[in-house]
């Protein structure tokens, strides 16, 4: 019997890995065995939970080891890309991560219940350097254009087209292999059977599908 691939999900801002549980349930239907990680997204810098996340990959031993993170999870995971490690790293897909920028983060953070709320990481990324060696991965990125959601209620003018949170635009990551646009809002993505059957075919194909519904 074939040895099954591993699959990391990193979630994203405010959650817990709790919430890509019935994700992970849906990917491992299609044969995989999936860990939901659980990091400290508003207290720990990006510096700290990349540390983190790679010292819980190494202990799962995995040949490949595949990842996929939504929204800021896809953010820690390409800082731990971007540094020295020992991992195997098969595919990666990153669900609404605001690779490029995030119009939605900077303008709360003008104001100082807003830093606080968008937390060390996601106030670390926007005032930092990008990752510069991605292109060597296997990268798919999935963004949204449903455009509601909470960040539609703080910042209304939110460039379209958006998923509610962060806009198409923002998720463009350089050296990208592919890169699909779905009608899922960006808290919708981590119940969405369009979003995990992409992911599933990336994970597979190394691209996305374009045929039939999504």
Known sequence: MPVKEHVVLVHGLWTHGAVM?????????????????????????????????????????????????????????????????????????????????????????????????????????????????????EIGVIAGNLAVGLGMMVVPDLPKPHDGTICVAETQVPGARDHIVLHVSHTGMVISKSVVRQVCEFLRRGKFSRGGRS
């Not at 031993?61 to 020295?84: T, V």
């Not at 920028?101 to 303008?107: E, G, H, M, Q, T």
């Open 21 to 137: 549980a019935w994700m992970a349930r849906r990917i491992e239907h299609n044969g995989y065995t999936v860990h939901c990680y659980t990091y400290p997204s508003v207290r720990m810098n990006m510096a700290e939970n990349a540390s983190r996340l790679a010292a819980f990959c190494q202990t799962l031993g995995a040949h490949p080891l595949h990842l996929a993170g939504h929204s800021l999870g896809g953010l820690l995971i390409a800082c731990m890309l971007d540094e020295p490690h020992r991992l195997d790293i098969g595919r990666v897909v990153f669900m609404g991560s605001p690779f490029a920028d995030s119009f939605a983060a900077r303008r709360l953070s003008r104001l100082h219940f807003g830093r606080m709320a968008v937390g060390a990481s996601i106030g670390e990324w926007l005032r930092g350097a990008r990752p510069k060696n991605l292109a060597r991965y």
